[in-house]
């Protein structure tokens, strides 16, 4: 006869070795899809940054200004070494990113707050060594789209706010001497490296930041810092002017004293030899119309036509009505290059015409105070 009880307790027991069992491969399968190593690593959110767009919460308003590099655009990807010839352009006009500007605001009292996160997101001792970090920084343009952890400014928590970004190329950027992106010029914002790999990245666009033309996933940069006891101490930049042609710049300087270089460099290629004889092609420039003073739609109107991209920033003065425009940078009648930005700061406080939709104000004020109304509304950044 068969013993029922016995049979009983062999099915129990076999449902408790099944689900065991089951618990150990779910385990295993959840390891499994952590390991660091596996071609299907985690997605990392990037936020898309593009080129002369406005910025949530800047560090800073109106440093500098992106350019459209046209010709001068090209599809670097992968990792490229920061002193590599060619990963960055320039001009030898050292309006794109002022960096004594960038001293002076974050050296005033009201601005030590800011100053201080600032220096922390940089990785420096104390705002005390702000001065001789930024004095050793180089201006350049970025010719591919660049990965780098970048950094809002929270007014609330008086905190800096760590993302990881992707930044258009023709954006402004102060380089450290070993050629890592260091400040976004447009903001001010501090950046540091990317610390995930490239093909974790998950580029996410929005309406302030849109998708732009020549934007590839498969084509991004990541910059990995030249040797440290080989810092960059010249750049072979491609002259956006002329992108033909290059410019060799010190590290350090602001670009006004380049060097010209007769062939453009190209990354991985070879290093090519400063020549005085070849000139910048003055055909590659346009005058800026002059704005001041016209509403908002006028001013973008006049622009546009003349060539320019458009970027605004408000500042309440209380003087005109809204969306006026109060200045530009650059000035009216100066030579810039065709198809680069023009900073434009319109009168806040009310709504403004600008014949488009433009992002809505930002910021929640700001007692740094370089004149915006907005506590960190700002050209891209």
């Known amino acids: ?53 406005l910025s949530a919460a800047p560090f800073f308003v109106r440093l500098g200004a992106d350019i459209a590099l046209g010709a001068a655009m090209d599809y670097i990807s992968g990792e490229v070494e920061g ?23 974050l050296q005033k009292p009201e601005n030590r707050g800011k100053a201080g996160e600032w220096a922390k997101a940089e990785g420096l001792g104390g705002v005390g060594e702000i001065e001789g970090f930024v004095k050793k920084l180089t201006p ?41 992106p260091a400040v976004q010029c447009s903001c001010g914002n501090p950046l540091a490296a990317y610390e995930k790999k490239i093909e974790q990245a998950d580029v996410k666009f929005d309406d302030r930041n ?36 290059g410019l060799a710049r010190e590290a350090g300087s602001d670009g006004t004293e380049d060097e010209v270089l007769a062939v453009a460099p190209s990354p991985g290629g070879e290093s090519v030899t400063p020549s005085d004889s070849v000139s910048p092609s003055e ?3 346009t005058t800026v119309p002059s704005v001041q003073g016209l509403s908002l739609a006028d001013a973008q109107a006049a622009l546009e036509a003349a060539g320019f991209g458009v970027t605004t920033t408000e500042e309440l003065t209380g003087t005109v009505l809204p969306g006026t425009v109060l200045a530009q ?15 434009v700061t319109v009168e806040g406080g009310g709504t403004v015409d600008t014949g488009s939709p433009t992002p809505e104000a930002t910021g929640d004020g700001d007692s740094g105070g370089d004149g915006g109304a907005t506590a960190f509304g700002g050209s891209a950044g």
């Open 329 to 343: 940078i650059p000035e009216a009648g100066s030579e810039a290059p065709a198809g680069s930005e023009v900073t």
């Open 210 to 245: 849109r998708k732009w033309a020549s934007y590839e996933a498969e084509k991004l940069v990541k910059v990995e810092p030249a040797p440290q006891d080989e810092p960059v101490e010249v750049y072979q930049l491609v002259d956006v002017e002329d992108p033909a042609t």
């Open 140 to 180: 350049v343009l970025l010719r591919g789209d660049t990965l780098v952890k970048n950094h809002d400014f929270d007014a609330k928590k008086g905190k800096a706010k760590a993302f990881d970004a992707l930044l258009e190329a023709g954006i402004a950027v102060l380089v450290d001497q070993l050629g890592r």
């Open 1 to 53: 006869m068969t013993d029922i009880r016995g049979l009983r307790r062999g099915i129990r027991g076999s449902g408790r070795t099944a689900v065991a069992l089951a618990v150990v491969l779910a385990v295993v399968a959840m390891l499994a899809a952590k390991c660091p190593g596996d071609k299907g690593a985690e997605k990392v959110l990037v936020r898309a940054v593009a080129r002369g767009a």
């Open 283 to 285: 055909s590659a420039t």
């Open 83 to 105: 002193g590599a010839p060619g990963l960055y352009g320039g001009t030898r006009d050292a309006g794109h990113c002022d960096k004594g500007k960038l001293v002076e605001f």
